[in-house]
């Protein structure tokens, strides 16, 4: 016994339900893909630029408390006595400052003439300071009694994005205000 035979479909009927079935990508689909692809990427790509300020950032924050402690230990090397002239206790670093603009009224290579401890160790301070590339640098050293306050400040604009409104200033612990992309370390230290 033979079943009955169902008739073959056309050819035309078959091409049809074909492309019905097939599951295709449509251009409206691809360019939404390729939309939200672009904005992953350049999320992606600000977070890389981000990253890169926040690194530099840190490590010149590293250098100049590397440079900070650096002076702390020079002072320590050369307490002295209260008397003598040539070391910590005796004010050879009795607010000295120094800094990479001259403008602002420090000690500049030149000025650093005779050959005591404390005149080399401040010219080698400012020798490491400008090799360190931290931007429009500045370096003090303030003494109350046997109480020293060292600080470096920098100039950390690129890290800091635009940050010009005033009310952003802030103090220093050398005295008087920074502005809003400065940034300093301050280390205090007894003899």
């Known amino acids: 016994m033979n079943a ?43 977070l890389q630029i981000l990253s890169l300020r926040a690194a530099e950032s840190a490590l010149q924050r590293s ?4 440079l900070a402690y650096g002076m702390i230990d020079r002072l320590r090397l050369n307490r002295g006595a209260p008397g003598s002239p040539t070391t910590a206790l005796g004010g050879a670093y009795d607010d000295e ?29 400012r020798q490491e300071a ?30 800091e994005g635009d940050s010009s409104s005033a009310d952003a200033d802030h103090a220093s612990c050398l005295g008087g205000n920074l502005g809003p992309s400065t940034q300093e370390i301050c280390l205090v230290t007894q003899l």
Do not use: M, Y
């Open 130 to 159: 400008n090799a360190l590339g931290l931007n429009d640098w500045f370096a003090g050293i303030e003494r109350e009694g046997d109480l020293f306050r060292v600080a470096v400040q920098w100039d950390d604009a690129r890290a």
């Open 63 to 66: 250098q100049a408390t590397e």
């Open 97 to 125: 400052s120094i800094c990479a603009n001259s403008d602002r009224g420090c000690t500049r290579d030149n000025d650093f003439t005779p050959t005591d401890t404390a005149t080399t160790g401040l010219r080698e301070w």
């Open 4 to 46: 009955p035979r169902k008739p073959l479909p056309s050819a035309r009927a078959s091409t049809q339900r074909t492309h019905r079935g097939c599951g295709g990508f449509t251009l409206v689909e691809v360019l939404i893909t390729t939309a939200v692809t672009l904005v992953a990427f350049t999320g992606l790509a600000s």
